[in-house]
């Protein structure tokens, strides 16, 4: 026994040596025994799956990475093991006795291998291949060949200790994807069983290229070359969304969208009452995760062989021996570093790809949920939370990166921008600015706290090195031994491996817990029940909407029974019904007018049969296609054509007579362009009744529903174009036979309606025929020239009168534009700067920063170089004087040099971290603070041509990348930079022919970061545009979600996001490839590097040649440096790239701090009591809205005596808001003056004068905060004098039982309806005691009665004070002390209304006649 124990492990003891166990015992243990185990349960598998004949391995076709891994990787293994026999063999043939066991190993690896490649041909090999057990063993075995390889590893030779490490590694490989194919499958299995519609062609596995190897070769996407002709193109010229590369198909929005919304709704009905939108994103691309795990590890296993082969290269150098082996050494150190450059780089793309997958899941996903969930169950969110769920948790949730961003952030900017005109209006601009400054404040704060903790990772992260060198080696010689150059630099190199991971775990665990936060808030919002085709989908169910319509009732079109609304989401108790116990039945074809007082439940009414509102009690039933027009117009940006289509095929017949239907056709003919004209952002370029028509005729008239719900669209107009569009469109032939309910206070539409339902606190008050109905009580308080009382309700005649003489009722004059702009004019394109970007943006940031602070930030950092430098250069003088015998100073002399230069080190590292800190805080402070005021001073004119989601865009995502990206990649810049620099001149000194190399590899580093450059700056560029239009699409959206909801226009508007999101994809993928192509190439250039100082570390070590490269612990120095030249030039270009492009951020922050401004500065200070007597006087004013445009008034004059009350009266765009825009400075006039109790406007700093003057604007304004803080923000006034003012606005009950003036507004006032809001905003406004009181038709979406009282009111309680009223309303004007009368921006008509109205011939009668048709 003990001579075969003997012939097996010659010259060694069978187990035990006396230190640890044996080679000869590890080999048969970890080597051979695992080996033959492996093979049996192959057998076994085999032939008991021969036996079985009834089990069949999966039909599921594998991809090309599963065939790779399963067929590849065990040939490659059996070669490897061939090889190991061949080494053997040559061992045996050179007289070098080798023992059994090496030979049994060898064969015994052989076999499994081949055994695997042939059980993996047969029919059944799934089933051997993948079962639990052999799954299960090849997790053990690899570990278990791991601990054996670290064991023997210091006794191999160079050659087998390179095959080893192969052997092992492709075993880790094989083992890992065999369990995440096997789980995959089982699972993919389930999913079949649970959803057979699922085809496997849309497969949740990273495969993202597929589409890319049909068209490119490996080696081009092994080496990016595919990005090749958009680089070329970079170069040349700027850069176009044409230019960019198509994204994979698994990889387009609408893929990704179906994948992560069936694992959505499996949550959803798996775990209802707590679904985890991160176990959703699991389930739909957790595998894809596996397999890049599966990558990184394999990445991470070659990052530590450089080390291995350092110190069996530094021992080769000890020795001076002139074998090979250091050649080889040599060459297998530049050839890992090349395997691991190439698979670094596919890590990296595989991982861009799947974040981007998520990126586009998560908002596609939002966007959907906001077009289901109704406005009750999304009333638990504002709309700024929404766009924050868009803007930071969507990437937070996808990258996993620090943010700290809060919802208010977003909600004050948006409501900033949505009312900057009624802000600028109110000079509230600067307490709505103070209101944001202390949001920021409380962010700067957060920031802050954030940043020094930063900083304190920076520091550790940095001083690492030193410290492990210190701490490391000074306790191993203090415990008596002694360093070599193998050791010290073997643990250098392993050092700086570690550095990395060990300092980036916080900013991971950071990361981890805010994707947690955000996917828990995402989460919430997606799960809010959805109400998807409820309304007018006859095939559709739900325990509140009926989809069958009652077998009682065959001629009915809409069903209200016994209903109770509330605006309370469902999982809130039903609070403040809307609605209460309300019952009707509403005939098809039918006529019905909805009316009744302010907040009366008019709005409700609709909003509930749309689905709308929450359903407590009772059911509704609506048949047919529903069309809907809002209250407040919704207007799409886009061309007028867009809009009147709303994405229904264009029809040119009905198109026309829609256009005449609605009194469009001539205000589009003046556009420029016409209908193709581009109408701004929530029409901005179009008059309050332009949008009115427009969203009448698009939302109404064109689509030809069999439902039309309009909620008061006459108000906007004047009497003449409501009774074209009353008799034309609404009661014309295009909607004839159509059912229409009409919330409305025209007397004219109630007398015609064929149904009048009035509505009283949210009761049906009463209801009956309009015959029926007491007209005169409710007209009591309209003078009679209003309407004539003789009108009969027949809709027959009215449709014959209009058919028979179109031309008698067909209106004198349409309305004028006087702001139409092509697009180009109207919304300029956003501005993309061409070229690098420029040193002044650099120096502008720099002075953000601070002169001093940069300075100290620059030397502090070089000084930090210097002393870890110096620090490795002792050591390697350390290791010299003590291998050579030469050491003349103790241990503690060298130990206290080297705590000297950590201590420097680590004091510098301190300034440099907390100095970037506080830098990049002030910076950050200074941009958002400096744009701010530039946003705040700017024009309105600046805001009609710039969408709102560009400015959100730069207060959001640029001022984001300020804040925090931008600092954190220009630290890791400068640190690149001072550790290249320190890397060349210590390689420089220590190897000459170095210095041979810098002149080529600089020349090769510029050409190739020129290259790169160009093309990442225009794609940077081109991905900061490609934001701007979803954000604006999506707040465009959130705005409309109702309409949309209306029209069954989901899918429209989801393939219209789908492409702005496909487009930020491309840019987002075509930067990553352009950047991964740029990174492979400087890691090849540094592993050539490593290479060739390895190999002249060898060839100097022949003491034969006349050079000396130095000695040992120079050489281990070099070597150490050398190895992470490979990550830290990459490293290098990929943060000055990322540096160039998140300064990107800055050059557009800039940009808008160079916007015009408006005029601040005045000559004159008036007295606080200005005007005191109220008098206005305009002199040959003429006012452009922009100089290519004809004028909107033009050459007007005329005077306002003090204390009177006057109306301004016109059609549509006849000039009248242009009037108040001119007295509010908001538009600078072009010539003439206005004068102000003989003060001429100009001379009067523009936000004082606006603080004097008192407005209540066309569009209510109420923002988020109390009510309180609504009506008096500047806290003047008490709260009995706050109560008054509502009292005297007939709104004092509202507010009460609402709960008083602490009650929570919520953003845009959707607490109140229109009507209340212009109450409360007229309450506001008589809160101000101003002599002059400006009304821009402040009583459009108020009952009849109310808007007399209000006006009563007026006359009595504003007597003394100058009262300007804009009004449609013959009535509003009559009593008043005199009108104006505005045409095409002339002063046509001048003097009293009761007057005027004596006189036939004036302007003013053949209103009042035209207003009583």
């Known amino acids: ?198 085809s496997y062609d849309s497969s949740l596995e990273e495969g993202g290229h597929h589409d890319l190897e049909t068209n490119e070769s490996i080696w081009d996407l092994m080496t990016f070359k595919f990005i090749a002709p958009v680089m070329n193109r970079g170069v040349v010229k700027q850069l176009d969304c044409e230019d960019l ?115 586009s899941s998560i908002m596609t996903l939002i966007y959907d949920k906001c077009l289901h969930v109704n406005l009750a169950e999304r009333s638990k969110f504002t709309n700024g939370e929404i766009q924050t769920f868009m803007s930071v948790d969507a990437d937070r949730t996808v990258n996993l990166c620090n943010s700290f961003h809060d919802t208010w952030r977003i909600r004050r900017t948006g409501e900033l921008l949505t009312y900057i005109r009624t802000l600028k209006m109110y000079g509230w601009e600067l307490i709505f600015s103070s209101w944001l400054m202390e949001t920021r404040s409380l962010e700067v704060k957060h920031l802050a706290t954030r940043k020094y903790l930063d900083a304190w990772c920076v520091f550790f992260w940095a001083t690492t090195p030193t410290l492990f060198s210190i701490f490391t080696f000074g306790l191993f010689t203090l415990m008596g031994n002694q360093l070599d150059a193998a050791m ?107 009316i009744g007082e302010v907040g009366s439940g008019k709005s409700s009414l609709l909003y509930s049969v749309l689905g709308e509102a929450q359903l407590a009690h009772g059911y509704i039933y609506c048949d047919g296609s529903v069309a809907y027009v809002p209250q407040v117009p919704w207007i799409l940006s886009g061309t007028v054509r867009d809009n009147i289509l709303f994405g229904k095929s264009y029809d040119p017949v009905r198109y026309t007579d829609t256009l005449q239907a609605c009194a469009l056709d001539v205000d589009i003919e003046l556009m420029v362009g016409h209908d193709m004209a581009y109408i701004g952002e929530k029409g901005l370029n179009l008059s309050g009744g332009q949008r009115a028509r427009l969203a009448l005729a698009s939302r109404a008239v064109y689509h030809g529903s069999d439902v039309i719900m309009l909620d008061d669209v006459l108000s906007a107009v004047d009497a003449q174009v409501a009774h074209w569009i009353l008799h034309n469109a609404i009661l014309g032939p295009l909607m004839q036979g159509k059912t229409i309910l009409l919330c409305t206070h025209n007397v004219q539409a109630i ?82 700067k061409e070229g690098k970007v420029e040193i002044g943006v650099y120096k502008n940031y720099a002075v953000f920063i601070g002169q001093f602070v940069t300075v100290v930030i620059c030397l502090s950092a070089i000084l930090m170089q210097a002393s870890r430098n110096g620090n490795d250069l002792w050591l390697s003088y350390w290791v010299d004087t003590t291998e050579t015998g030469q050491t003349v100073h103790s241990v503690s002399f060298y130990l206290a040099i080297l705590c000297l230069f950590c ?167 075509t930067e990553t490839v352009a950047s991964l192509w740029l990174s492979l190439r400087l890691q090849l250039l540094g592993a050539f590097i490593i290479s060739f100082i390895a190999l002249m570390a060898v060839v100097g070590s022949h003491r034969s040649l006349p050079i000396n490269f130095g000695t040992p612990g120079l050489v281990g120095l070099a070597l150490s440096y050398a190895a992470p030249i490979v990550s830290l030039l990459g490293s290098f270009l990929t943060s000055f790239t990322e540096t160039e492009k998140e300064m990107v951020s800055v050059e557009r922050a800039l940009q808008y701090m160079d916007i015009p401004q408006e005029e601040q500065a005045g000559c004159l200070n008036v007295n606080p009591d200005w005007p005191n007597l109220g008098v206005i006087e305009f002199q040959n004013v003429t006012l ?67 603080t004097h003057l008192a407005i209540v604007p066309q569009s209510p304004f109420l923002f988020n905060g109390s009510l309180r803080e609504n009506l008096d923000p500047f806290k003047m006034s008490d709260d009995l004098k706050i109560w008054d003012a509502l009292e ?90 005199s009108i104006l009368i505005l045409d095409h921006g002339n002063l046509a008509e001048q003097g009293n209304p009761q007057v005027l109205l004596n006189d036939e011939s004036s302007l003013f009668s053949s209103f009042v006649k035209a207003s009583s048709m």
């Open 488 to 594: 010290v630099f073997t643990c250098l190199a392993l050092f700086n491996t570690l550095i990395s991971p060990l300092n980036s775990f916080p900013w991971v665990i950071n990361g981890l817990i805010d994707a947690f936060i955000s996917s828990r808030r995402l989460s919430r919002f997606l799960s809010c029940p959805e109400h998807r085709s409820n309304v007018g989908d006859t095939g559709s169910s739900s325990s509140s909407f009926l989809s069958k319509q009652p077998d009682s009732s065959q001629r009915l079109a809409i069903i209200v029974q016994d209903v109770s609304c509330t605006w309370s989401s469902s999982d809130e108790p039903p609070l403040n019904m809307v609605l209460s116990h309300v019952t009707l039945s509403l005939s098809k074809g039918s006529f019905v007018a909805i």
């Open 1184 to 1250: 452009k809205y922009m100089p290519s445009l004809a004028p909107a008034i033009y050459n007007l004059s005329f005077t306002i005596a003090g204390g009177t009350q006057v109306g301004i009266i016109g059609r549509t765009g006849a000039g009248k808001s242009s009037v108040l825009n001119a007295l509010f400075c908001l538009t600078p006039i072009c010539s003439g003056s206005i004068l102000v109790d003989g003060t001429d406007i100009r001379n009067v700093p523009v936000r004082e004068l606006r």
């Open 1 to 198: 026994m003990d001579d075969f124990l003997a012939l097996i492990c010659p010259n060694s003891p069978f187990i035990w040596n006396g230190k640890r166990y044996s080679y000869c015992f590890e080999d048969i243990l970890l080597g051979i025994g695992l080996n033959i185990v492996t093979t049996i349960i192959i057998v076994v598998l085999g032939f008991k799956q021969k036996s079985g004949r009834g089990v069949h391995g999966s039909d599921v076709q594998m991809t090309v990475p599963e065939k790779s891994v399963l067929y590849f990787v065990p040939a490659i293994e059996a070669c490897l093991s061939v090889l190991e026999i061949i080494f053997v063999w040559k061992k045996e043939h050179n007289s070098q006795f080798v023992g059994y066991h090496k030979w049994f190993y060898s064969c015994s690896e052989l076999i499994v291998w081949t055994n695997i490649i042939l059980f993996s041909k047969r029919a059944s090999s799934h089933y051997i291949i993948f079962s639990r057990v052999l799954c299960f063993w090849w997790i053990l075995k690899p570990i278990l060949g791991v601990l054996r390889l670290v064991t023997t590893f210091p006794s191999l030779e160079v050659s087998v200790c390179i095959v080893e490490s192969l052997v092992v590694l492709l075993s880790i490989t094989y083992g890992t994807a065999i369990n995440v194919i096997r789980v995959k499958r089982e699972s993919f299995k389930r999913s079949l069983l649970g959803d057979p519609l699922l």
């Open 245 to 359: 590369l198509q994204i994979p198909t698994n990889m387009a929005p609408s893929s990704c969208h179906d994948i992560i919304s069936s694992c959505w709704q499996a949550q959803l009905t798996n775990d209802a009452s707590k679904p985890s939108l991160f176990r959703a994103l699991c389930s739909a691309y957790g595998w894809s995760y596996l397999y890049l795990g599966l990558l990184k590890v394999i990445n991470d296993c070659i990052g530590f062989v450089g080390p291995l082969l350092l110190n069996k290269l530094i021992q080769f150098l000890q020795k001076g021996s002139v074998t090979s082996d250091g050649y080889l050494l040599a060459v297998s150190l530049g050839l890992t570093s090349i395997i691991k450059s190439f698979l670094d780089t596919q890590y990296s793309f595989h991982l861009a790809k799947l974040k981007l997958k998520l990126r």
């Open 1288 to 1377: 005297k606005c007939h709104v004092k009950e509202e507010v009460e039982e609402a709960g008083g003036l602490d009650i929570l507004v919520k953003e845009g006032g959707i607490s109140f309806s229109v009507g209340q809001r212009q109450l409360l905003c007229l309450a506001r406004a008589l809160l101000k005691s101003s002599k002059v009181l400006c009304l821009d038709e402040c009583t459009a979406n108020v009952d009849i009665q109310t808007a007399s009282l209000l006006h009563t009111t007026i006359s009595s309680k504003c007597k003394g004070m100058t009262v300007i009223t804009i009004a449609h309303r013959i009535s509003t004007v009559l009593n008043m002390d």
């Open 751 to 832: 007398s015609l309606a064929d149904m009048v339902v009035v509505m009283d606190k949210g009761h049906v008050k009463w209801l009956g025929s309009s015959a029926a109905f007491p007209i005169s009580s409710y007209t009591r308080f309209s003078p009679s020239n209003d309407i004539d009382l003789t009108s009969k309700n027949h809709r027959e005649s009215c449709s014959s009168d209009s058919s028979s003489k179109p031309k008698e009722q067909s209106l004198p004059e349409k309305e004028i534009v006087h702001s139409p702009e092509i697009a180009e004019e109207i919304v300029e394109v956003e501005l993309r």
């Open 903 to 1069: 201590a420097v080190n680590s004091f510098f590292t301190l300034v440099r971290a907390f100095s970037f800190a506080f830098g990049g805080l002030q910076a950050a402070i200074k941009v958002h603070n400096r744009l701010l005021s530039k946003l705040i001073n700017a024009p309105v004119r600046f805001f009609d041509q710039t969408p709102g989601g560009r400015i959100l865009n730069r207060l959001s995502s640029d001022l984001y990348t300020i804040d925090d990206s931008l600092p954190f990649i220009m630290n890791i810049l400068l640190a690149n930079f001072v550790g290249l620099l320190g890397i060349a001149i210590i390689l420089s000194y220590v190897q000459v022919f170095f210095l041979v190399l810098l002149l080529p590899l600089w020349y090769i580093y510029s050409k190739l970061q020129f290259f790169y450059r160009s093309t990442s700056r225009e794609l940077r560029r081109l991905d900061s545009v490609s934001r701007s239009p979803i954000y604006t699409s999506f707040s465009e959206t959130l705005d409309g979600t109702s309409t949309i909801r209306a029209f069954k226009s989901e899918d429209f508007f989801f393939a219209k996001f789908i492409e702005h999101i496909t487009l930020y994809q491309k840019t987002s993928y």
